[in-house]
């Protein structure tokens, strides 16, 4: 092969492997544009909280759907008021209702982890069960002093959580959380940063022994290496948590009333203990002051007073009773669950009685509950503005001061 030929053959090879190349350089970066394109839809898409799982707006032709309603459970705490919750749990299973995630919070845990186990009528009559044949000294075993001194103690806790625990094992018929029916989340608080911890897999009675952990009352539980308390003190009603989960409508059981206004202190320790009580509400009333829009959040509430102390057991049919009749209200004014709730008869006088103030048209009380968008929505139907609604957006009953259990269980 002479010089000039070999020159010619060269740079054929040179000129294609050029080419080659070119093209090689455009294909990369027209791929790596389109990859920065979709990282940046990603980015915006979860600063508008569609999340990190939205659909891809470069690969998705046409208008995106609606989004999937998702339906949350959350039970906020309150002690021994929490049998208020059972009664509602009754209503809500006996007309079908089975949310699609639970979150619970103190004796919310308790209530909710059992529940996400066996949302059914059956399931809640077990629960039912056992909440009446708890007493007093189950939980806060009496040794032979017992007494205010027991405050002063040298120890972490006034009781040991034995009792407590045996009774939360029995509740719930699963070990691991994450083997739970409904998707369920607890909260308790970390004693080393005093931020929320969530538990959503790992030991499940651990997870709700911490999350019922009422400070001096029952020792810190540790997991993993760290001390957990109460979660109540940090988040007692965890709506925004259900509102991070994507849940689109909110079913609230609280054990008391919504608002908070405490009574006169007169000794230095109920000053700390409303200092506490005014903190756990004023975290409520800042998530409800909030609700983004299309957020709705039924609420069904606890009333005031019915207990005389943490540790009384003595009202836990009553508390049951009262819970089913407030939820009863609920389910049929908002249709939750599948069975149908019965239309209210009519009534038998030809004319409607007059309205008299605190009732309705027919002389029945005039119940409050159900939150829509941050407004406040009477069950019947109308919204409710100006001066009875308080200034966090929740009903004002006009009632006298509320008060509170001790958080926890």
Same mark, same amino acid.
């Given at each position: ?16 492997? %050029?080419?080659? /190349?070119?093209?090689?350089? %455009? ?20 600063? *508008? ?18 989004? &999937? ?36 919070? /103190? ?17 809640? &009559? ?9 007493? /007093? ?42 083997? $739970? ?5 607890? %909260? $308790? ?131 049951? $009773? ?26 038998? $006088? ?25 407004? %406040? ?21 006009? *009632? ?10």
């Amino acid at each position: 092969m002479t010089v000039a030929a070999s020159n010619t053959l060269f740079a054929v090879v040179f000129g294609l492997f %050029v080419v080659a /190349s070119l093209v090689l350089l %455009v294909l990369t970066g027209r791929f790596v544009v389109a990859q920065a394109k979709r990282s940046k839809a990603r980015w915006l898409a979860g600063q *508008s909280g569609e999340g990190d799982d939205s659909p891809d707006p470069v690969d998705s032709p046409g208008d995106e759907g609606e989004l &999937e309603e998702v339906t949350a459970l959350v039970l906020g705490g309150g002690s021994t008021r929490g049998a208020i919750q059972i009664g509602m749990l009754q209503v809500l299973a006996e007309h079908g209702f089975v949310p699609d995630r639970v979150y619970g919070s /103190s004796v919310g845990a308790i209530n909710g982890v059992a529940f996400a186990a066996d949302p059914t009528p059956g399931g809640v &009559e077990r629960m039912t069960q056992m909440w009446l044949r708890i007493r /007093s000294d189950d939980v806060y075993p009496q040794g032979r002093l017992h007494g205010p001194w027991l405050y002063l103690q040298q120890r972490d806790a006034v009781y040991a959580n034995s009792g407590l625990r045996a009774i939360i094992e029995e509740g719930i018929p699963f070990e691991m959380l994450e083997n $739970a029916p409904i998707p369920v989340e607890v %909260v $308790a608080t970390s004693l080393s940063d005093g931020g929320e911890r969530w538990f959503t897999y790992g030991p499940a009675v651990d997870a709700v022994l911490a999350s019922a952990a009422m400070p001096a009352i029952f020792p810190p539980v540790e997991i993993d290496g760290e001390r957990y308390i109460d979660g109540g003190v940090v988040d007692n009603v965890p709506i925004q948590r259900a509102i991070d989960g994507g849940a689109t409508r909110i079913v609230v059981l609280l054990c008391s009333p919504p608002t908070f206004q405490p009574p006169p202190s007169r000794r230095p320790v109920e000053g700390m203990v409303n200092a506490l009580f005014i903190a756990i509400h004023a975290r409520f009333a800042r998530d409800m002051s909030r609700l983004p829009e299309g957020i709705e959040v039924i609420l069904c509430t606890g009333p005031e007073g019915a207990t005389r102390d943490f540790d009384d057991f003595s009202t836990t049919e009553h508390l049951i $009773a009262l819970g089913r009749a407030e939820a009863s209200e609920v389910v049929r004014r908002y249709g939750l669950g599948t069975v149908a709730y019965p239309d209210p008869p009519l009534p038998v $006088a030809p004319h409607v009685r007059p309205t008299a103030e605190g009732t309705d048209g027919l002389g029945a009380p005039d119940h409050r509950t159900g939150v829509v968008e941050g407004t %406040v929505v009477d069950p019947g139907g109308s919204d409710r503005t100006g001066a009875q609604h308080s200034e966090f957006g929740l009903p004002d009953n006009g *009632s006298a001061p509320v008060t509170h259990p001790e958080p926890g269980t």
